[in-house]
């Protein structure tokens, strides 16, 4: 038993390669993209990698590196590409947990293996002068049933949120392309229009010394 979960986490690992080299041949993102479309539903109705990828995380396994979370706290990266191409990142949302409205800094594909996922997607009224307020209208919303992937583009093109509206929990599988140099994304509030950076947590952590040690310096 073990052997074959070694087998499945190889499995998955190759699957990784696999894409790197396909989509490192493809000249741009619309090209990129659209292959993902046709490759990610592959990876999300495959039960066998999806147990094995869930389970690593679970035990804690050390090649899927789990400890390596990104900006949300449900986020988990699973495989980052060392040609930069493209990370796999995998997100847990309870009953009823949506995210907050935000951007990203890449395009993003992503789906669910099972259950529901929901997806909201907005766009800027604004003229985006304000880097401190924005004006947003919902576009449209849809539930993805598993294999089904939704895309999203990168800054003001792919502000959305995703959750869970079912009364079970559910898993997101997603694949982004190359950011562009940003390390942060910036979260909505559409009810007072207000936006924020939002930084991963180690520098959050960062920010918050730099800034109590500014406080403390006036002080001394």
């Known amino acids: 038993m073990h052997d074959m979960k070694e087998q499945t986490f190889d499995k998955f690992i190759q699957l990784c390669r696999d894409w790197s080299d396909q989509m490192?041949?493809?000249?741009?993102?619309?090209?990129?993209?659209?292959?993902m479309q046709t490759q990610l539903p592959k990876l999300l109705l495959d039960r066998s990698l999806v147990s094995c990828v869930l389970e690593s995380i679970a035990k804690g396994t050390p090649g899927l590196n789990p400890g390596r979370c990104g900006i949300f706290e449900n986020e988990i990266l699973l495989y980052l590409d060392p040609r930069h191409i493209f990370s796999i990142r995998v997100y847990f949302h309870r009953t009823g947990e949506f995210t907050p409205i935000h951007d990203h800094s890449s395009w993003g594909i992503y789906g669910t293996p099972f259950g529901t996922l929901d997806i909201v997607h907005y766009r800027r009224n604004d003229d985006g002068k304000d880097k401190n307020?924005?004006?947003?209208?919902?576009?449209?919303r849809l539930t993805l049933s598993p294999g089904e992937v939704d895309v999203v583009g990168s800054l003001d093109s792919g502000i959305h949120q995703t959750g869970n509206a079912s009364d079970q929990p559910n898993v997101m599988i997603s694949v982004y392309g190359?950011?562009?140099?940003?390390?942060f994304i910036r979260i909505f509030e559409p009810d007072t229009g207000r936006i924020w950076k939002r930084f991963p947590p180690?520098?959050?952590?960062?920010?918050?010394?730099?800034?109590?040690?500014?406080?403390?310096?006036?002080?001394l």
Not at 24 to 34: F, N, P, S, T, V
């Open 202 to 219: 180690k520098l959050r952590k960062r920010r918050l010394a730099k800034q109590a040690l500014r406080e403390y310096i006036k002080i």
């Open 24 to 35: 490192a041949g493809l000249e741009d993102d619309a090209k990129r993209i659209a292959h």
């Open 133 to 140: 307020r924005a004006v947003l209208t919902v576009t449209h």
């Open 178 to 183: 190359s950011p562009i140099r940003r390390l």
